[in-house]
Nanobody, 126 residues
Framework: QVQLVQSGGGLAHAGDSLELSCSVSGLTFINFAMAWFRQSPGAERQFVAAINWSGTSTYYSDSVKGRFAISRDNAKNTVTLQMNSLKPGDTAIYYC???????????????????WGQGTQVTVSS
C-alpha cells in the first residue's frame, strides 16, 4: 500500500519560514519524481516545486522561485519543502505527490501524479 504521510506546516507570519516533510512508503522511491502542489479554496491544485528521482534537478513555479527549496533524501524516502520569506498569498493546503514520469515537462500538472499525501494547511498572516 502506497502511503505519503506529510508533516509540518501550520501558522506563520509574513517573512517567516516553515518546513513541510513527506515520508513515502510502499513504492520504490528512487523510481519516482516528487513534487509539492498547493490548493486554495475554490481554486485548482497549483504546482509549487518538483525534484527528479536523483535530486539533481529541481523545478519551481515563478511565484515561489528563490523563496522555496525542495529536496529529497533517497536513503530515508522523504521529500522536504523549505519555505522562506512566506507571504499571505502562500496560504493554502499543500500536498506532496509522486509520479513515475521522468520527463520534467510532466511535473507541472497534477494529472500526472498518481500518489498523493493527505494535505497540510499552511496559513500566513500579514
Amino acid at each position: 500500500q502506497v502511503q505519503l504521510v506529510q508533516s509540518g506546516g501550520g501558522l506563520a507570519h509574513a517573512g517567516d519560514s516553515l518546513e513541510l516533510s513527506c515520508s513515502v512508503s510502499g513504492l520504490t522511491f528512487i523510481n519516482f519524481a516528487m513534487a509539492w502542489f498547493r490548493q486554495s479554496p475554490g481554486a485548482e491544485r497549483q504546482f509549487v516545486a518538483a525534484i527528479n528521482w536523483s535530486g539533481t534537478s529541481t523545478y519551481y513555479s515563478d511565484s515561489v522561485k528563490g523563496r522555496f527549496a525542495i529536496s529529497r533524501d533517497n536513503a530515508k524516502n522523504t521529500v522536504t519543502l523549505q519555505m522562506n520569506s512566506l507571504k499571505p498569498g502562500d496560504t493554502a493546503i499543500y500536498y506532496c505527490a509522486a509520479t513515475n514520469y521522468f520527463e520534467s515537462r510532466m511535473f507541472r500538472s497534477a494529472d500526472n501524479f498518481a500518489h498523493w499525501g493527505q494535505g497540510t494547511q499552511v496559513t500566513v498572516s500579514s
